[in-house]
């Protein structure tokens, strides 16, 4: 046998040895890491995350009529309440919103084996736990959170992760609703300096779909991180238990989102048909309102609402806030 | 020693109580609906799950409704007793968490028996502390039972449609007004009655060291607020008691965690999820109340809808307490006729 031959063989049994190894599959295999400062992409869906969406555009998502109907009685004066100034974003959203994202994971000392992937996302100081170390999820009666129980597991260079235990949410920030029997399948991949989520929600409440949804990242050489404090007060002097919402019969956001933007209300109401690309072919065929508003009107920008009424994005849904990656406040972003 | 033999078998009692208590919420409310009684659990396939809350208390989940338990070197306080068929399965559990400690306290948070049914046995395997000339004869006799008057009121009564309860079970130390306390393992445990809400004899407990709050069914996370309009159970009752709990809840950051709630069945929560709770409840109230004011028929009502968009999370077409019932004790409770 030839020298070289010997040095090869000796280099495969070393290595089939260290492989056999406890342990060692999880830490030797190479794989993907996310780990990193990154920076949101806003290309996908910039209006509806960054200037913010529309009260009654429900377009695209593929909701039930009773989320719609929640969606079109939601008053964005809710979020002045204290109680709901500190809400950060559920983990079913938050990854839509502003403020970088870092990610770090956590391996036991001894054997370098991972334990669980964490995320931080500045707004609202959203930090959320993967857990990588086959850990069942909790009992049903266990407490539900705003980022929820996920476990997670590579297949291949994809990071797959499952999310259960969140509470009640919302899927754009104009009142559309997410329960708290709401679950999520995401898909992380990286490809060099690029990151793509994808988000796979479903609930039984709200949904009549799978709601799917990416988000974009890019790697942030320079990551830094800002805390993100935040105390509720009083901003609305409001009766004791008061609880700011819309009537039945005077919900009509959708009307007039349609109307303002010259669509089917149809389109504007949303529901599963909507998220389909055959659905465009369908729009010329959609009867169209009568006009509510100023018939001129079009793209422009929004009417002030009609006086006592109230009706508005409000700092939610208009995202009025900080703007992103810097300064602090209670608007949802 | 106190007699506490049962005048009638109470045990049995409990279980059938159980199955009125919630007929009777509905039945007495809603007597033109065609009643469902509950289907009772087969009590020998239920296992008690504890959860360890925060500091000294835990949460017992098996049949009936969240049984909290505070334990201590003082010994054992506990919330709520559920039906006297799972008293050997919890009492099994609270002697492994407390380590064999004696129950000195037994508070309830209202009358009904899928939260009381376990009274009279936990009170005999209680000990109470006790000083005086007849110490040992009150101590013998088990551990104090502490609720508002009205629940011992109701639970002596005999209505004609609860049979009263054997003097075992009853209540041995009751209040009036807003609210009384006891001091035990090194906190203040404070019970404040809300009035009106899921019944007239509710109380909320709050384990201020430990910093959690035991609302009974003031707050369940299962479905819509139970409004026993036949004990004097109101709709804005169960608001005020929903603002009352956030009032004493305090979220630790970002509107999460700090004071923790045991709601009386369903999960564990916190301060976000009772503002969930109250948003959607109010609301309810509010729609009902504008449609009342235009003068719509319940039966206009119920057709409109007032609920349908919560119903995916919270409503029922069947069982003891649908979505209809909900919505006619709002109506009633409003002043409806």
Redesign the interface.
């Known amino acids: 046998m030839q020298p070289s031959r010997l040095r090869l063989a000796g280099l495969l049994l070393a290595a089939g040895v260290f492989l056999l190894a406890p342990g060692a599959a999880s830490t030797a295999v190479a794989q993907v890491t996310l780990v990193g400062y990154w920076n949101p992409i806003f290309d996908e869906d910039f209006i509806e995350r960054i200037p913010g969406p529309n009260v009654g555009d429900y377009a695209g998502l593929p909701i039930?009529?009773?989320?719609r109907?929640?969606a079109n009685?939601w008053d964005a004066s809710?979020l002045t309440l204290p109680?709901?100034?500190?809400?950060?974003h559920p983990s079913t959203y938050g990854f839509r919103g502003v403020g970088v994202l870092r990610i770090w994971d956590e391996r036991d000392p001894q054997t370098q084996q991972l334990i669980r992937i964490k995320t931080h996302i500045q707004w609202?100081?959203?930090e959320r736990d993967i857990w990588m170390d086959g850990r069942p999820h909790p009992?049903?009666?266990?407490?539900?959170?705003?980022q929820g129980f996920s476990t997670g597991h590579f297949e291949g260079d994809v990071l797959v992760v499952r999310t259960t235990h969140l509470?009640?949410g919302w899927v754009r920030r104009n009142g559309v609703p997410l329960?708290?029997?709401a679950t999520m399948t995401e898909r992380f991949f990286r490809h060099d300096d690029l990151l793509t989520q994808v988000t796979i929600i479903e609930d039984?409440?709200?949904l009549s779909e799978p709601l799917v949804k990416t988000n974009g990242f890019s790697t942030a050489l320079n990551g830094t991180m800002e805390p993100y404090p935040?105390r509720p007060a009083v901003e609305v002097p409001r009766e004791?238990?008061?609880?700011p919402?819309h009537?039945?019969d005077d919900a009509l956001p959708t009307k007039e989102f349609a109307d303002r933007h010259k669509i089917p209300e149809e389109a504007a109401a949303g529901g599963a048909s909507t998220a389909l690309p055959e659905f465009m072919g369908k729009l010329p065929s959609l009867p169209m309102l009568e006009p509510i508003g100023d018939p001129n009107e079009g793209f422009g920008p929004p009417p002030a609402p009609p006086a006592g009424r109230g009706r508005g994005a409000g700092p939610g849904a208009a995202g009025t806030g900080p703007a992103a990656g810097g300064a602090r406040g209670r608007g949802r972003q | 020693m106190a007699n506490l033999t049962p005048r009638i078998n109470w045990p049995r009692l409990a279980v059938l109580g159980a199955t009125l208590t919630t007929a009777l919420v509905s039945g007495v409310l809603v007597t033109a609906q065609a009643q469902q009684a509950p289907p009772l659990p087969n009590f020998d396939q239920v296992t008690v799950r504890a959860f360890k809350i925060q500091g000294n208390v835990w949460m017992l989940a098996g049949a009936g409704g969240n049984v909290t338990v505070q334990a201590g070197d003082d010994g054992v306080l506990v919330v709520d007793t559920q039906f006297a068929q799972m008293a050997d399965k919890l009492l099994a559990e609270i002697a492994r968490i407390s380590g064999g400690k004696p129950i000195r306290y037994v508070l309830n948070t209202h009358v009904h028996p899928d939260h009381v049914g376990g009274n009279e046995r936990f009170r005999r395997a209680g000990r109470a502390i006790i000083a005086g000339n007849v110490a040992q004869d009150i101590a013998d006799s088990g551990a104090e039972i502490i609720a508002h008057e009205n629940v011992q009121t109701r639970m002596s009564r005999v209505d004609g449609t609860t049979p009263a309860a054997p003097s075992g079970a009853l209540p041995t130390d009751t209040f009036f007004g807003e609210s009384t306390e006891v001091y035990v393992n090194g906190e203040a445990v404070r019970l404040i009655h809300q009035p009106a809400a899921h019944t007239d004899g509710d109380v909320l407990v709050h384990f201020r060291g430990s910093d959690v709050v035991a609302t009974g069914d003031i707050y369940t996370n299962t479905g819509y607020p139970v409004i026993d309009t036949a004990r004097g159970g109101t709709i804005n009752g169960i608001i005020a008691g929903l603002n009352r709990i956030l009032d004493l809840t305090v979220p630790k950051d970002k509107q999460e965690g700090g004071t923790m709630v045991i709601p009386g069945h369903g999960r564990i929560a916190d301060e976000a999820d009772v503002v969930e709770y109250r948003d959607m409840v109010t609301i309810i109230r509010d729609r009902v109340q504008q449609m009342m004011k235009k003068g719509m028929t319940l039966a206009q009502i119920k057709a409109a809808g007032p609920t349908s968009d919560y119903d995916g999370r919270y409503g029922a077409t069947t069982g003891f307490w649908t979505t209809d019932q909900f919505v006619e004790a709002v109506y009633r409770t409003l002043g409806g006729k």
């Open positions: 039930t009529a009773a989320a109907k929640r009685t809710l109680e709901h100034q500190c809400k950060p609202q100081a959203q009992s049903e009666l266990e407490p539900h959170t705003w509470k009640a329960s708290d029997a039984p409440a709200y935040c004791a238990g008061e609880v919402h009537g039945i």
